[in-house]
């Protein structure tokens, strides 16, 4: 089975800038894959082209194994858009501009549009105009949801949404996925995609950094480890833990250090040897993940 | 409730006027806007020096400016087209009376515009929540597109008088006549500060504007046929009514017209400094639920996008139709009783003033229907930079099949104005001249040339859209213009409107009627394709 979306080596330049410089990505049949990176990375950029509304410089971009650009229309029948920054049409209200989005793409599932009005709290009947921008967004959100789509696509769609409505877009999102949905989830807010997704890749000026399951990126990271000793702890191998401090704590010592976490069954024995009056050990959080990776120069 | 007590409290503390930083406002409105009132002084003040230099040629000597008065000073389509020309045995006033139709139309405009794209533009878009969270008070966006608008029209004003005065005309008339076109322009941007306060859109404020100038211009046509009280409805009489080149010159209108300027302004400050932010008097109510199956499609969007401007100018272009045409008894009526233009035209003086007078007319009602069509293809690159084009076309349509519903939609709203506008003419009209049907419909390549146009700036260089005005300004421009300035054939070929030729009174030339269906349809298709081609956005 090919994938939903094949990118390979892709660049788009805008004059001398290079927005994207050589970005692969894949998303397989039913991926729900996070895509992150710091503002301006290039993400929405990507999306634009694998949606065929913006042209590649160069590179491979496959969408349901087909050109974007050539058949944007045909491919578009497969997959429903939510824009990071909705814009609709001020004079209709929020129920017209649901039909609107719905009128051509992917069947759309009348029961589940009305359940899910009921469920973002949406008044369909109020003009786009007099909405907020968490309404507005809702309004994309139910449009893109209630359609029978192969393919999300979602460019940073919680922006605006209450923490309640944030609990909705989760729930429906992780619905849609166990129908076989594949989703492309461009987002900034960690809980949200260590939630949604298995995958994740991370994008920064134009290619992408990092990309792997979630787990693996944990894996990938130290886990940081304190300890307070009631005897003089060991000394440690610096080749295994780094961030070492040592500090005599009456008769014993206070250490604290971070470690691969495979490493962990090797370092800690000599330590719990010394005998343990207060242990923490800390997995990676995806925060301090995804900080190192958008701050690597 | 809360607008009520806002005002109070801050009418409690005077220590934050709601007018504070007008300053901070003024410098944001020169830096982001200064092109706009630039262009506008430039292009009226060289537009009318071109004129006056023109003129000062043709009607040199004192002889000259006689025959002059004695034949286009005495006919009455001239009359309702320009304005009554009073003085114009002097050079001001056959100035005043050639540049009439220009400066009735593009003063006002230019008040309308300036005063609505300051403020509730940047209010519409939410720049000025921004601004105003920066210690700006409500008025001061307002006062400072005024202070900015009325000292661009007094740049205009002065212009022009002293042009008149350096080919010798006395300078308390020039100075007269600056001021007038001044004040008439204050009017407008008076107009536009008070309408701004009622509705919510700039492009509301100026749909407005222009209803009310077509209906002055309309009231102005009918005063001075007739001659009767009509005309002192119109803000345009009240410029003209001074009267500078004549004997009888007087200041009384303008004083008329000042006051309502000072009345329309100081309404609209009390207003805005009693509303919210982003709001308007006239409050939106719940809508639909639901959108129709055709609601929905592009064309359905098309139609709502395009209609009310479409039916707006529809109407106005009936309106004008049926209005003018109903003149050419009066104006039959003067040149019977006029030996003068009885010896210029022949015997059937009456019938072929009517020929050229209906001519004008429907170049008028073609302007009108290119107004239109400009108008409606601009919305095509105000969808893209609304940010709604790429979720109409991230879904499964096509970019070609949306840009041609769209402009094919307003071409068919700008075709029916002019068609409508014809037949008024041909209704009221028609038993003086002939062949007002099929001159009607020898303009509508010249303005499918817009809609060309409009298709081929989206499709290639979005970002200058809105040069179609540009395009039109010059049609007008060339047309009216042209052969008083002596311009070049080629300079006049540029105007579409000018190509046509002298419908009804020549016929109508198949060859050009050809030639514009060539290039409305290739820059059309040249258009397309470069949508097709383009990133959205762009």
């Avoid at chain 2, 054939?489 to 046509?500: E, F, M, Q, R």
Wanted: glycine share 10%; aromatic share 6%.
């Amino acid at each position: 089975m090919a994938d939903v979306i094949e990118i390979e080596g892709l660049h788009k330049h805008f004059g001398k800038v290079r927005a994207l410089d050589g970005l692969d990505l894949r998303l397989a049949e039913g991926q729900v894959l996070g895509f992150l990176g710091p503002n301006g990375a290039g993400k929405s950029t990507t999306i634009r082209v694998v949606l065929g509304l913006m042209r590649k410089t160069s590179g491979q971009v496959r969408l349901f194994g087909d050109d974007p650009w050539a058949h944007a229309v045909r491919l578009h029948r497969r997959l429903a858009y939510v824009p990071g920054d909705v814009a609709l049409w001020p004079q209709l209200t929020g129920g017209q501009c649901i039909d609107v989005l719905t009128s051509s793409g992917p069947a759309v599932n009348a029961e589940r549009r009305d359940a899910l009005i009921e469920r973002f709290d949406l008044d369909p009947t109020k003009r786009v105009r007099d909405y907020s921008k968490g309404n507005r967004q809702k309004v994309a959100l139910v449009a893109a949801f209630s359609a029978e789509a192969d393919l999300l696509v979602l460019d940073e769609p919680t922006s605006g949404l209450d923490p309640l409505m944030e609990e909705v877009f989760r729930e429906t999102v992780a619905e849609r996925a166990a129908d076989g949905a594949s989703v492309l989830l461009s987002s900034h807010i960690l809980s949200e995609v260590d939630a949604l997704c298995e995958d994740v890749a991370i994008v920064r000026k134009g290619t992408i950094v990092r990309s792997g399951s979630v787990a693996e990126l944990r894996s990938l990271s130290r886990t940081s480890v304190h300890a307070v000793t009631t005897s003089p702890a060991p000394t440690l191998d610096h080749a295994t833990v780094s961030g070492l401090q040592r500090t005599p704590a009456g008769e014993g010592t206070e250490l604290s250090f971070s470690v691969d976490p495979g490493a962990l069954d090797t370092v800690l024995p000599p330590v719990l040897a010394a005998g343990v009056s207060a242990l923490t050990v800390r997995p990676p959080s995806l925060d301090e993940l995804f900080l190192s990776e958008y701050e690597d120069a | 409730m809360t607008a009520t007590t806002e005002a109070r409290e801050t009418g409690a503390r005077p220590a934050e006027p709601a007018g504070s930083g007008f300053g901070a406002v003024l410098r944001v409105q020169l830096r982001t806007g200064w092109k706009a009132p630039v262009i506008w002084v430039l292009a009226l003040v060289g537009g009318y020096a071109a004129t006056v230099a023109a003129l000062d040629t043709t009607y040199g000597t004192p002889e000259q400016l006689a025959t002059y008065e004695q034949t286009v000073g005495s006919d009455p389509a001239m009359a309702a087209i320009n304005g009554t020309p009073y003085g114009a045995d002097t050079l001001g006033g056959v100035a005043a009376n050639e540049f009439g139709f220009i400066a009735a139309i593009a003063i006002p405009l230019m008040g309308l515009f300036l005063v609505a794209r300051q403020t509730r533009a940047p209010e519409e878009s939410g720049l000025l929540e921004l601004l105003r969270s920066r210690g700006v008070g409500r008025r001061a966006p307002w006062t400072a597109a005024v202070v900015v608008t009325v000292v661009a029209l007094a740049l205009v004003g002065t212009g022009m008088a002293l042009v008149l005065i350096a080919y010798g005309e006395p300078a308390d008339a020039a100075w007269l006549y600056g001021a007038s076109i001044a004040t008439l322009g204050g009017v407008f941007a008076g107009l536009a500060t008070f309408v701004g306060q009622l509705v919510r859109r700039a492009a509301g404020v100026t749909a407005v504007g222009i209803i009310v100038l077509g209906g002055a211009y309309l009231t102005r046509a009918i005063g001075d046929v007739r001659d009767n009280a009509w005309k002192w409805l119109s803000p345009l009489a009240w410029q003209q009514e001074t009267r500078p080149f004549a004997d009888d010159s007087r200041v009384w209108p303008l004083l008329l017209a000042l006051a309502v300027v000072i009345v329309l302004v100081v309404a609209g400050l009390v207003l805005v400094g009693s509303r919210d932010l982003g709001s308007a008097m006239v409050a939106s109510r719940p809508g639909p639920r639901r959108a129709s199956r055709f609601g929905a499609s592009t064309l359905g969007l098309a139609l709502r996008a395009h209609a009310p401007a479409g039916l707006g100018w529809i109407a106005g272009a009936a309106v004008v139709g049926v209005v003018f045409g109903a003149f050419t008894d009066d104006i039959a009526d003067a040149v019977a009783a006029n030996p003068a233009l009885a010896g210029m035209f022949g015997a059937d003086a009456a019938d072929q003033v009517n020929e050229s007078y209906a001519g004008f007319t429907l170049l008028l009602i073609a302007f009108m229907a290119m107004g239109c069509l400009a108008q409606s293809m601009l919305r095509l690159h105000g969808e893209e930079t609304g940010g709604r084009l790429e979720p109409t076309l991230a879904r499964a349509s096509h970019r070609v099949g949306w840009m041609t519903t769209h402009a094919v939609t307003a071409a068919v709203f700008a075709c029916i104005a002019l068609l409508v506008g014809g037949a008024g003419l041909a209704w009221t009209a028609g038993d003086r001249v002939d062949g007002v049907l099929a001159a009607t419909a020898a303009y509508l390549p010249a303005v499918l040339v817009i809609g060309g146009l409009g298709m081929l700036l989206f499709g290639l260089v979005p970002g200058w859209s809105s040069l179609i005005w540009l395009v039109l300004a010059y049609a007008v421009f060339a047309d009216l213009l042209g052969s008083t300035l002596s311009l070049p054939d080629w300079a006049l070929a540029l105007s579409p409107t000018h190509v046509v030729g002298d419908v009804p009174v020549d016929d109508v030339d198949a060859a050009a009627e050809l030639w514009l269906s060539v290039v409305a349809l290739g820059t059309a298709a040249v258009g397309a394709i470069g949508f097709r081609l383009r990133d959205v956005p762009r």
